[in-house]
Structures are given as structure tokens and as C-alpha cells.
């Protein structure tokens, strides 16, 4: 379905590299942007797109933290709480959206599988805490108000995919 | 001397990201000089001009790049941009605010080593600016200064796009290559080196270096290396762009020559210490590197290669991280030890399981659960974690906790003195436990 759907990113990421093998950590992406995480059978088809096994697949999948092994929320939200981000006050930060999100580290995802929250180790924002990443994106110089609107709105993006306005009638 | 930005254009120029103002204020012109000079030429004068790599471990860039033999048919260039030392955010603005900047550098090393392609291996993390640089790119290329016949020399290198996908380890130069050939990002054995023929980029001579070294080059090349190393001191010439982090009014990036203290950084630059509190320790480098307890002789060092490592520390990327006085220092090795249980790649024993039982006795340290000889039992660990791993991320594991128990030895008594198993538990501070890591 990847190599169908996906042809022409595939062969771009093909064209850069002399070999294969290195095009396995972008169809990664492809595959996770497509499912939202890497099922058995996505990393059968990255497996198939670039000639690998695919046990050698899910090894890369396990290893790097950016892939998804498991289905997680719809809005991926990393809180780094490493050092220089933890003595601006990081781990205050991250126990306050645990709290706001009714989330804990035995079960990171809502109820309603709308979040998912973990921490992480440095992204390069230290001079920006705290801040956290959702679904790739930065958003720093947080504090938890700011990251409660922001969970509002991502919210409210959710409820108007699932019930969009209706026309009205005049 | 101060406002010399030879990295953050941007301060004098802000829109210097955009191709044409870039274009506007000399940008490429380096590159077009250097195509004019022979390879063997750029080399000499990147050698002349002392430039060291600013990755850390401040190796000779031109003496790097005289490694790579001549003669090979396929050669590269790997520009790590891998940023993800704790308390490190320099390359990400030099790639968010002067990326033309890093393609012309990353392009004359590529000329000077008359490589076939550049490999910008980018952290996953940094998704945003790695797709926004890819356009940079593209804009190099329509420019001809990227691709097919660059500068009309006839001379093909294209340069792509590699974003990792969150590992620490793959800033290591050989876990790098081997993340880039799509493997597990784990060091290789060296020799060979990757300048050598079977130790790079799919066995081919490579050459790999920093952002920030790469973003020095074009200043170099147009202004000459004489001109270069009047900047910094006689061992670290130039300007070093220093990330200060942690308990500081300014926490941000600071471009200045080799040589300015430690105490001007933080006090004269960076706005001093929040409620003007005592600084009680710095990390120079990061987690990787040795802290040191804030004395006066330490602030008045210069920050420089050489300066550095005669009071006992290294300047390595120049990842400042700064703690008040009201900071237990033994939070801060169980944090660092924390991040490099979770970045050791696994491949070496000593550092796949010392890092796993230094956790776990800090951990219990941490808890009040701590025995007096618990301190002795983690040192003993970091100890036997040193020089014995293939890459240096079990000694920067060893690090912090070497160095904070012989600076700051009554920061762990606290937790355990007295404690037959659970006597220290009042002294220990009340932190929660840390959660489990994503992907950890």
C-alpha cells in the first residue's frame, strides 16, 4: 500500500542515496505518518520498499524514540524534563499536565486517545523551558496556562473533525 | 571585539536566512574563491587559520580534511547536526537563521576534499528546521552553488537532507554513518577511520564535521586565515558560540572570541544569576563533561580549549549550564545519570549496565534509602566505566559522577549519613520518581 500510495516521496528518498538501506529511517516516517504508529505489517512493507528483512526493520523502529511501536494519542506531546530544562522548573511542569491531562506514566494516553504524554531527554531548547514538542513541532517558553490553551485548541480541533458544523438552512 | 558575529549574521543582518539577502551581503562569494583555488590550497589555509571543530572535541578541521586521500573516486561530506547534548542549542539557530551560511561552509569542505555529495544528518527532533533547510537547499542549488557544475567548475556535489530519529548516540561520528547507511545507531570500531577508505560514508573517505565548524568557513576563506587567528586565543582562534543554560537571568547563545572569562559570559552577557544568588557549580560541556564547583578561579578562567583543561574540565561544545546554591548536587548526577542510561546505545557492556546500576543506586540514594558506602559503590562503577567502551559516551556517563562526589562529596552525605538503610530518608529531598522515558 506504502509503495503504491506513496511512489513518488519514495523514489525521491531513493535518489539520494547510493544504497537502499538508508532510505529505511525515512519510509519509517512515511509508514508512521500513515498508520500514526508501526504496526507489524507497516514494517513489512518499509521491509519489502527497501530490501531488508523485516526483523531488521523493527530493530531500527526499536531503537530510534521517534518511532511509534504502539498506537499513541492523536497529538504526541514530549516534555523535556532533562537538566537544563528541569531547573527552570520542567518536572513542576510536567506533573502539572499529567494532572491537567488525568494522565500518569503507567497510562500516558487519554481516555479519549486525544493525548499522549511522555517526557524526553534534551531538545535543544534549554534556553526556552519549558517546552514541549507536539507531533514534531516546538512550542516553547511554556508555562502551564499556556500549555492548557494549547491542549484546548488542539482539543477543539478534534470535536470539529468529528462533528463538523452542519449548513445552515436559510 | 564583542560584536564580531561571524556565525550570527543574523544580529547585524537579520533576514540573512533569505537567499537574496544573503546573496546581497557577500554570501557564496567564499565559495567561488575557493573553487578558484586548488583543493590542496583551501586545505592549507583552513589548516593556517587553526580552526578546531567545534563538536566538542576541538580537532584540527584542516588537519581532518587532509586525512581524506586524493585519489579515491567517492568522497563525502557529513555535516553532524545532530545537536542533543543536555543544555547544547547552537546549531539549531545557526540552521534556523543563517543556513546559507552552513551550505557555503559545508560546500568549500566538500570542495576541498573534492567530495561527492554532503550528507547533513539532521536530529529527528528538529523536524521543522530540517524541512525549511532542505528549502535552503533547493535555493543553493537553483543559485548553482549546489548540484551539477557548481560555481560553472564543472565540479558535481549535491548535498541532502538526513533527519535522525532521536538518538543521542548517533552524534557520535561513526554511530552517525552508521544511522545514515540505515542501520542502529551504534559506534563502529575504529580503525578505520572515516577519513580512510572502509571507515566512512559506505566505506568511502568521509569527512564529518560540526555545523558551527562548517558556518566558520566561508569567513575564513574570504578573510584569510592570518586574519582568522588574530581572534581568540594563540590555541582557539575565532569566536565560540557558548549556550548558557540553567539558573542565568539571559539564558541563551553568546558568539564571542576565545578567551573571555566565564565570569563576563555570565555576568557581563548573559544578565548573572536570577534573585543574585551564588552560583554554586557550572557544567562547561554539558552532561558529558566534568562540573566544577563556581570559584572565583574558575570564573576568571578563560574559556578556551587550552584554559580549560588546565583547571581540570573541558570547553567541548560549550554547553554552559549554570546552578544556584540552592541546587542538591546529587539530583544533578542522578539527572545526567538519567539521560545517558537512556542514550547509551547498548553496544558495550560496561556502559549498557553501569549505566543501569548507576541509576538504580542513585535512585536509592535519592530515596533515603542510601547506604555511606553507596557513595563509594557508584564511583567505583563510573570508575570501571572509563576508557573501556568504543565510543566515549561510557566515560561521559562516568563523568558526573566522578566529579560531583570529589567536588561536592557532602551534597551525597546528606542523603545517606547515619543511614543503616533508611536513616537519611528526612534529608532527602521530596521529588517524585521519574516517569519512564519515551521509547525508553
Known amino acids: 500500500m506504502l509503495a503504491e500510495k506513496y511512489a513518488e516521496r519514495i523514489e525521491k528518498i531513493f535518489a539520494k542515496y547510493p544504497d537502499k538501506r538508508s532510505a529505511v529511517m525515512p519510509i519509517l516516517y512515511i509508514a508512521q505518518e500513515e498508520y500514526g504508529w508501526l504496526p507489524q505489517d507497516a514494517i513489512n512493507e518499509v521491509a519489502a520498499i527497501c530490501n531488508l528483512d523485516p526483523t531488521q526493520v523493527k530493530s531500527i523502529a526499536g531503537f530510534y524514540t521517534m518511532y511509534r511501536e504502539r498506537p499513541k494519542g492523536k497529538f504526541w506531546l514530549h516534555v523535556c524534563t532533562d537538566l537544563a530544562c528541569a531547573l527552570r522548573g520542567a518536572d513542576e511542569f510536567y506533573h502539572q499536565l499529567e494532572e491537567h491531562l488525568g494522565v500518569d506514566h503507567e497510562n500516558d494516553t487519554t481516555a479519549d486517545g486525544v493525548f499522549t504524554l511522555e517526557h524526553v531527554m534534551c531538545l535543544g531548547a534549554c534556553d526556552r523551558a519549558p517546552m514541549m514538542q507536539c507531533n514534531f513541532h516546538f512550542h516553547e517558553n511554556l508555562d502551564i496556562d499556556k500549555a492548557k490553551a494549547l491542549i484546548a485548541q488542539w482539543r477543539a480541533e478534534v470535536n470539529a473533525a468529528l462533528n463538523p458544523p452542519q449548513p445552515e438552512f436559510t | ?440
Request: glycine share 12%; net charge negative.
Open chain 2, 1 to 440: 571585539m564583542t560584536n564580531l558575529n561571524i556565525i550570527y549574521r543574523e544580529k547585524d543582518i537579520p533576514d540573512i536566512r533569505e537567499y537574496n539577502v544573503y546573496i546581497a551581503n557577500g554570501g557564496y562569494d567564499a565559495l567561488k574563491k575557493a573553487i578558484s583555488m586548488k583543493p590542496a590550497d583551501v586545505i592549507d589555509e583552513v589548516k593556517k587559520s587553526n580552526l578546531r571543530g567545534r563538536g566538542g572535541a576541538g580537532f584540527p578541521t584542516g588537519v581532518k580534511w587532509s586525512f581524506i586521500p586524493q585519489h579515491e573516486p567517492r568522497k563525502y561530506v557529513v555535516v553532524n547536526a545532530d545537536e542533543s547534548e543536555t543544555g547544547t542549542f547552537k546549531d539549531r539557530q545557526i540552521i534556523e537563521n543563517n543556513p546559507h551560511q552552513l551550505i557555503e561552509g559545508a560546500m568549500i569542505a566538500a570542495w576541498a576534499i573534492q567530495a561527492t555529495a554532503v550528507y547533513i544528518y539532521i536530529r529527528g527532533e528538529y523536524w521543522d528546521m530540517a524541512h525549511a533547510l532542505e528549502r535552503r537547499i533547493e535555493e543553493a542549488r537553483k543559485g548553482g552553488f549546489v548540484g551539477e557544475n557548481v560555481g560553472g567548475s564543472g565540479w558535481n556535489c549535491d548535498m541532502f537532507v538526513h533527519l535522525g530519529a532521536g538518538a543521542y548516540i548517533c552524534g557520535e561520528e561513526s554511530a552517525l554513518l552508521e544511522s545514515l547507511e540505515g542501520k542502529l545507531g551504534q559506534p563502529r570500531v575504529r580503525p578505520p577511520f572515516p577519513a580512510q577508505k572502509g571507515g566512512g560514508l559506505y566505506g568511502e573517505p568521509t569527512v564529518v564535521n560540526n555545523v558551527e565548524t562548517l558556518a566558520n568557513v566561508p569567513w575564513i576563506i574570504l578573510n584569510g586565515a592570518d586574519e582568522y587567528k588574530k581572534i581568540g586565543t594563540e590555541q582557539s582562534s575565532g569566536t565560540k558560540v557558548f549556550c548558557v543554560s540553567g539558573h542565568i537571568v539571559k539564558p541563551g547563545n553568546y558568539e564571542l572570541p576565545f578567551g573571555v572569562t566565564m565570569r563576563e559570559l555570565l555576568y557581563d552577557h548573559a544578565g548573572g544569576i536570577p534573585g543574585g544568588k551564588q552560583i554554586k557549580a557550572i557544567l562547561p560541556s554539558g552532561g558529558s563533561g566534568p562540573i566544577i564547583p563556581a570559584t572565583d578561579e574558575f570564573l576568571d578562567t578563560k574559556l578556551s580549549y587550552e584554559d580549560m583543561a588546565k583547571i581540570g574540565t573541558i570547553l567541548g561544545s560549550a554547553s554552559i549550564i549554570v546552578m544556584d546554591e540552592t541546587v542538591d548536587i546529587t539530583w544533578v548526577a542522578s539527572k545526567i545519570t538519567k539521560f545517558f542510561k537512556h542514550e547509551s546505545c547498548g553496544k558495550c557492556t560496561p556502559c549498557r549496565e553501569g549505566t543501569y546500576w548507576l541509576d538504580k543506586v542513585i535512585d536509592r540514594i535519592m530515596a533515603g534509602e542510601g547506604k555511606p558506602s553507596d557513595v563509594d559503590l557508584i564511583a567505583n562503577i563510573a570508575k570501571n566505566m572509563q576508557g573501556v567502551t568504543l565510543c566515549a559516551l561510557g566515560d561521559f556517563a562516568a563523568n558526573p559522577i566522578i566529579h560531583t562526589i570529589k567536588h561536592f562529596p557532602d551534597d551525597f552525605k546528606q542523603h545517606v549519613s547515619g543511614s543503616n538503610g533508611n536513616g537519611a530518608k528526612a534529608a532527602a529531598p521530596a521529588r517524585r520518581a521519574a516517569p519512564v522515558l519515551a521509547g525508553g
